[in-house]
């Protein structure tokens, strides 16, 4: 199955084809005001951590291992993803940061764990529960 997650800044205008408008930053954009950003939710939980991000915005670490421990604390924290892959099953999916670039921050790698989360969900449920070889070893017992 195909999914349509989409990366925006939160200061770029609303439209219709938008879908479900998720921010997805630690901190609340500055100079926005929550009913103007017609948002479905601001979910922090697959953000950064602020360690993570403090040293990246600080210039401490290098994008490259930002990319690699941000990648860490998402397969570390499954769970994380649940409520966005939800939102990405029911339609378009508009993942908003008030990050500059928006190609350097966190969310191109937050939309690439997403779709493999739900590549990887999807695989699962269309795999057998058992294998049918199973059946033939193991034959039903006499009534």
């Known amino acids: 199955m195909s999914y349509d997650i989409v990366l ?3 200061y770029q205008a609303p439209e219709p084809e938008d879908g479900a408008r998720v921010l997805v930053d630690r901190l609340w954009p500055r ?3 929550r009913e103007s ?9 697959a953000s950064p951590s602020p360690a993570l991000r403090r040293q990246y915005h600080l210039g401490e670490i290098s994008a490259a291992v930002f990319a690699v421990r941000y990648r860490g604390e998402l397969r ?10 939800r ?3 029911e339609g378009r999916l508009t ?3 008030a990050v500059r670039d928006l190609e ?7 939309q690439e764990a997403l779709l493999k ?5 999807d695989a699962s449920d269309r795999e057998p529960a058992s294998s049918p070889c199973l059946r033939d070893a193991f034959p039903d017992p006499p009534h």
């Open 31 to 33: 100079g926005k005001r």
């Open 117 to 121: 989360a739900l590549e990887a969900e």
């Open 76 to 85: 570390d924290q499954p769970d994380c993803l649940l409520p966005l892959m």
């Open 104 to 110: 350097s921050s966190h969310l191109p790698i937050l």
């Open 37 to 45: 950003l017609q948002l479905a939710d601001w979910y922090r939980d």
């Open 87 to 89: 939102r990405a099953r």
């Open 95 to 97: 993942l908003l940061s």
């Open 8 to 10: 925006k800044r939160i």
